[in-house]
């Protein structure tokens, strides 16, 4: 089945720094998405994005398809944005697989 | 909507017992999914439904697991006997279909519960 890696695993920064998060998978897919488990062990869609670029706010995403990858870029970073940052993906019937996640941990 | 709806939201029960987890997908939506998240395995697909029907539980661990979904509003996952192994946060999720009714294209976006965290002393 599909591989999906998650890099770097962990990550701490100042607050007001930006960041970028990697996911690379190892097959074409035909859904990636980017979870945030926040303290609480909340699960928060963030983007939904096969493929091309997404922003919301701070936050924006890009899959480049073709070469199996994807990122998720968090600009001027808040407290409130710590927890694990999850990508997930499939292709074809298989079920969605979700990578170790990198756990961000931002400091005031 | 008020999302995706999980009860309870925590369990601690003793090796042995029934443990049944309930959940309500968010309404319209024709895919439901359990999960389960642990330190050492994070989050693994345990069983998915399509229009109420299971379509993969390959995830399910032992025949200890069972999981039902007896209308489009409603499944349970039920772990009969419990063991302190079964410990871990379980998630239910819905996704919206999408394609043409019958096309089996799977649904996108998936929308997760709050979890509930379960404890088997």
């Known amino acids: 089945g599909i591989q999906v890696e998650q890099s770097p695993p962990d990550l701490i920064l100042q607050e007001g720094a930006n960041s970028t998060l990697r996911c690379n998978f190892s097959?074409?897919?035909?859904?990636l998405q980017w979870f945030h488990q926040n303290p609480w062990g909340q699960l928060i869609n963030l983007f939904y994005?096969?493929?091309g670029t997404k922003q919301n706010g701070r936050l924006s995403a890009t899959t480049v398809a073709t070469e199996r990858y994807s990122l998720l870029y968090i600009s001027s970073s808040q407290t409130t944005d710590s927890g694990v940052y999850f990508c997930?993906?499939?292709?074809?019937?298989?079920?969605?697989?979700f990578g170790k996640g990198t756990r961000l941990s931002v400091i005031a | 909507d008020a999302g995706v709806i999980q009860s309870p939201r925590h369990e601690v029960t003793e090796m042995g017992q029934e443990v049944t987890l309930r959940c309500k997908p968010i309404?319209?939506?024709?895919?439901l999914f359990w999960y389960r998240q642990t330190m050492m395995r994070g989050l693994e697909l345990l069983i998915y439904f399509n229009n109420n029907v299971p379509i993969d539980d390959s995830g399910m661990p032992e025949d200890r697991f069972s999981a039902k979904m007896p209308n489009a509003s409603f499944s349970t996952l039920k772990i009969q006997p419990s063991e302190p192994r079964d410990s871990a946060v379980y998630f239910c999720?819905?996704?919206?279909?999408?394609?043409?009714?019958?096309?089996?294209?799977?649904?996108?976006?998936?929308?997760f519960g709050p979890g509930t965290r379960l404890l088997v002393l």
């Open positions: 994005i096969p493929s």
């Open positions: 097959d074409s897919v035909n859904n």
């Open positions: 999720a819905s996704s919206p279909r999408t394609g043409k009714m019958g096309s089996g294209r799977r649904g996108e976006t998936q929308y």
């Open positions: 309404s319209g939506h024709d895919y």
């Open positions: 997930a993906a499939y292709s074809g019937n298989t079920p969605l697989v």
